[in-house]
């Protein structure tokens, strides 16, 4: 058996004691700690908060040696790391579980830790002499874990709802286009799962359109929350051990270097007290989960069968659906969009319940809001894509189909009833499901409707228009006659 190669490590001390770390690592001794208390998820940190905090401990290295806080030699040193961060490097060193007790501390001195050994590198020294860079004095100068991770937690969600975004533009192009594509698609519009009256295939996808975009504004909305940091407040808000210009420059140098809209709260103390931001974000996109799950039931319906269902549309066939039925084909693609769905409704339930759990001046639960926040991006942007790309752009109409269900359907009887009235309309009605002939044909038999009249009265773009009706039609071709039946 082959040996396995030694370890070197180096002593590191904290405030609990003396601990061996890897010799090779770029975290140290309270990163190892947090390592060793928290594996709970199993999963690495995203990556993007990485890149958060990498933004901000270089914004905070720049901001202190403009107020003579940090030299320029540690400051330039602490820059660079962070660059590297920002460039792909050293993310293996951030270790702790997304889910840690201590608001957030632990992933904060992971990266302060990084930071702290990278620089030493990079001046020549060695990883863990803290006499040359501090991962507390210098990296987190002007600091305090309660402003740099909400203001991580902030960066990051705006940068994931980015994508999000663009993904949702995308889905409400192509449900724009197969709108235009349906217009003339003449369906069965339902209600409470029972035939209603004709509408257009068209217009229920223009309608799926439209909410899919008020989601996108909703979500815009909400997204303004997360540009107020509480940058400069450092532990409650106070802004103790921040020096006033380091206060007032902290942010706008965050902006300058990560190109992002972001103002300094007016009140650090509410700012750093209160997550209710996050809460209206997660709330927005709980809102728009529960608008594409909706738009996949229906999606689900209408293709069903193909054979004993609807089969008013057909989704593309993507993989087998089952592994003792021959040919059958599941609508895959809707349901893994359900269940993102699902999911995000029970990341936004323990978003609510984790920010209302805060108590006086800070929230301790931000670990798991973030956990929660970031997967319920990722997921409904990912899901999105594949919406969009593998069914909603390939979705086609079996118009003879839907045609036929219309025509065959006792639906089109409330077009009717304005000129025969609602009791003679209900007994057709129940004539035609009794027996199984069309409205069209009874209303003929009875005589109570000339093949004309029924023609214009029946029309089905005309039945799913608003504006002039069957009714309007006949009082303008026959007035006295038409008055008389409404009478």
Known sequence: MERSQKIDYRVEQDSIGIKDVPGDVYYGVQTMRAAENFHITGLNMHPEIINSLAYIKKAAAITNCEVGLLDKKRATAIVQACDEILAGKFHEDFIVDPIQGGAGTSLNMNANEVIANRAIELLGGKKGDYSIINPNDHVNCGQSTNDVIPTAGKMTSLRLLKNLKKELLRLHAALSEKAVEFDSVIKMGRTQMQDAVPIRLGQEFHAYSVAVMRDINRMDKAMDEMCTLNMGGTAVGTGINADETYLRRIVPNLVEISGMEFVQAFDLIDATQNLDPF???????????????????????????????????????????????????????????????????????????????????LNAFEPIIFYCMFQSIDTLAYAVQTFVDNCVTGITANETRCRYLVENSVGIITAICPHVGYQKAAEIAKKAMKTGESVRTLILEEKLLSEEDLEKILNPVQMTEPGISGKDLLLKRNPISARRREI
């Open 279 to 361: 809460v209206a974000v997660s709330g927005a996109i709980k809102a728009c989960a529960v608008t594409l799950s909706k738009i996949s039931n229906d999606l689900r319906l209408m293709s069903s069968g193909p054979r004993a269902g609807f089969a008013e549309i057909n989704l593309p066939a993507k993989q087998n659906g089952s592994s003792i039925m021959p040919g059958k084909v599941n609508p895959v693609i809707p349901e893994v969009v359900n269940q993102v769905a699902f999911n995000i409704i029970g990341n936004d339930v323990t978003i609510t319940m984790a920010a209302e759990a805060g108590q006086l001046e």
